[in-house]
């Protein structure tokens, strides 16, 4: 059991090290939530379903009218996108290269279609 914990840990504290690299601060740093931080977690289910491909039409183009209005919204929204790909950089290398290799084909694929 111990060794679950540990192993838990160390991976608990390699995220909170790869958060604070991303520019992120120390979440313990106050127990109380912000209720501006509420305001966004809708943003941030909306962003996890688009990443899985099951956000549907009407909510990614709500999604997009609240990243034109809102700054704050559109702030969160980089930087939630940028710990996802520091999160799939760092434990799930094979994954990223594997999609990135499928842009290009894709990319690839395009510009060969309008010659």
Same mark, same amino acid.
């Given at each position: 059991m111990f060794r679950t914990i540990d192993k838990f840990q160390r991976a608990v504290n390699n995220l909170l090290g790869l958060c604070a690299e991303g520019g992120a601060k120390d979440p313990f740093e106050s127990a109380v939530q912000n209720p501006q931080? *509420?305001?966004? $977690?809708p943003l941030g289910v909306m962003i996890l379903q688009m $990443?899985?491909?099951v956000l549907e039409r009407r909510?990614?183009?709500r999604m997009e009218?609240?990243?034109?209005?809102?700054?704050?919204?559109f702030? !969160? !929204?980089v930087d939630f996108q940028f710990l996802t790909a520091l999160? #799939?950089? #760092?434990f799930n290398k094979g994954r990223f290269e594997k999609r990135i290799e499928?842009? *290009?084909?894709?990319a690839a694929g395009d510009v060969a279609?309008?010659?």
């Open positions: 931080d *509420r305001k966004y $977690q $990443q899985d491909g909510y990614m183009l009218k609240w990243l034109l209005c809102d700054a704050d919204a702030q !969160y !929204y999160l #799939h950089t #760092h499928s842009l *290009r084909e894709t279609l309008n010659r």
